[in-house]
């Protein structure tokens, strides 16, 4: 019975020692790993990587990581020479095949997604709108809502605006949000002012262009939410460093 005692006694300790130095690897390696990110993607800062599953070592000699998290920062998107940071960037990576440094990253699979807040589509926005939550029922058809006084809007684009027009009342509209190729946000105002549609539609319809994403990740589906909007995609083959 002692015998056995101490053999349980050490197979708990090794297994604690192996759990420790397996949990100390995977610590070195996500912070090898987004380091490596960092420096392929020319990122500003440096993203945060966390690699699931257990035990870490295992996958290491298998040249595959199971699943691999990374939330992305200092990514922008660009309107008109604006630019503006995303709130959230965040990859999901299934089997993730490296080398042995970590030089090279390629995961079978990626879905990753994207958050601009409605503060930054301000920003982004032509002189004088406000972008904004549209309500539940808007949201849901992927609209915001623009507002702002049209004089303004049209003054801030450089065009001359007559005494009449400076009387007629703020604009307030909303916006379906669109993604095209699979990197440009698009903002198309469903409905102006006659009087002036032809003239705003120039100022309140513009896109953005999201730069510093994954390359081969391609967005392609938006959601308007309450702290801004939403973007996602998928890839295939997709590669983080190297």
Known sequence: M???????????????????????????????????????????????VSIKGFPFLTQVLA???????VKLTGITASAEGRSIELAEVRAELKNVKIDSSFSS???????GSARISYAELTKSAPKG??????????????????????????EG??????????????????S?????????VKLHADSLPPLVEGRLRKVVDYDLKIS?????????KTVAVEDGVEFSGTAKDL???G
């Open 2 to 48: 002692r015998g056995l005692r101490i053999f349980l006694i050490i197979v708990v300790v090794l297994g604690g020692i192996f759990v420790a130095v397996d949990r100390i690897a995977v610590n070195v390696a996500e912070n090898k790993a987004a380091d490596k990110i960092q420096s392929s993607q020319g990122l500003n800062s440096t993203p945060d």
């Open 63 to 69: 040249s595959e990581l199971d699943e691999v998290d």
């Open 105 to 111: 990253a390629v995961a079978e699979s990626a879905a």
């Open 129 to 154: 709108a406000t972008v904004s939550y549209a309500g539940a029922e808007r949201a849901a058809k992927g609209q915001v809502k623009v507002t702002g006084s049209i004089a303004e809007l049209l």
């Open 157 to 174: 684009a450089g065009v001359s605006v007559p005494e009449s027009l400076k009387a007629l009342p703020p604009l307030s509209t909303y």
């Open 176 to 184: 379906t949000v669109s993604l095209v190729g699979g990197d440009h």
């Open 212 to 220: 510093g994403l994954p390359g081969g990740l391609h967005l392609d």
């Open 239 to 241: 590669s983080l460093a």
